[in-house]
């Protein structure tokens, strides 16, 4: 950026826009004693050429390159919404980036779009909200596991039950699924207490598949970490 740390920018400062091809600039008239000085501020940008569905790029003040589709931009916050490419690599998906502009150097515009951008879908508002309460509860849930001294263990199991029963609380330490069945510590199959039935069978079910997929997982590790171990020892 070519703004310098000799001037500091006030109140009475006004700003210019002005364009050189796809970059976006930012005009100040600065007053230094009798002598104006003109400074290029290369940085945050209009909402007239942030258009939506516009692809652009930007350099953070770190050095970091951002590249993606314009989703949002709020011209008074200096706050762009970038839509890019899904890093887990599945094409129905993208990542969404927040990027506040005063953090930015240099931004660039790739394609421009000039047409009126689609209407926004509709948002299901009970929906959002019934998932906002559900993530909430389970947030809080956690949070009493912990701070009841809960073993890591027996998270782990409350959260692979909670997958499949939603009906499923804490109760200090031990684990009431459907308020049929109880899990005591250490949560193993044989500590699964209740009524003889389909539950009490499906519960002891669950248990059962859930440390048999920890210790493969264990011993998927384990298998990995030896042949790291032997892979170094030859490269070396």
């Not at 909402?47 to 953070?60: A, K, R």
């Not at 589709?69 to 916050?77: H, M, P, R």
């Not at 953090?103 to 299901?124: C, F, G, H, Q, W």
């Not at 109880?182 to 003889?196: F, H, L, M, S, V």
Request: hydrophobic residues 35%; positive net charge; proline residues 4%.
């Amino acid at each position: 950026t070519a703004l310098s740390s000799t001037f500091r920018l006030t109140s009475d400062a006004k700003p210019t826009c002005l364009r050189s091809g796809r970059r976006v600039y930012w005009v100040y008239w600065l007053s230094v004693g009798r002598a104006a000085r003109l400074l290029l501020y290369k940085m945050a940008v209009p909402g007239e050429f942030l258009n939506i569905g516009s692809q652009v790029s930007c350099i953070t003040c770190l050095g970091q390159r951002l590249q993606g589709e314009v989703a949002a931009f709020d011209y008074q916050s200096r706050m762009l919404t970038l839509k890019c490419p899904s890093s887990s690599g599945k094409p129905n998906q993208n990542d969404v980036l927040l990027i506040n502009l005063h953090y930015v150097k240099d931004i660039e515009i790739i394609t421009e779009r000039t047409e009126t951008p689609p209407p926004l879908a509709s948002l299901n508002v009970n929906k959002l909200a019934s998932r906002a309460r559900t993530e909430k509860e389970e947030k809080l849930s956690q949070a009493y596991a912990i701070s009841a001294g809960v073993s890591l263990e027996g998270q782990q199991l409350f959260q692979t039950i909670h997958k499949t029963i939603k009906e499923c609380k804490w109760q200090e330490k031990n684990i009431i699924v459907m308020e049929e069945v109880i899990i005591t510590p250490p949560y193993q199959a044989e500590n699964c207490k209740g009524k003889d039935g389909s539950a009490l069978s499906h519960v002891r079910k669950i248990v059962e598949k859930h440390f048999r997929d920890l210790e493969n997982q264990k011993s998927v590790q384990r298998s990995q970490a030896q042949q790291t171990q032997k892979d170094t020892a030859l490269s070396s």
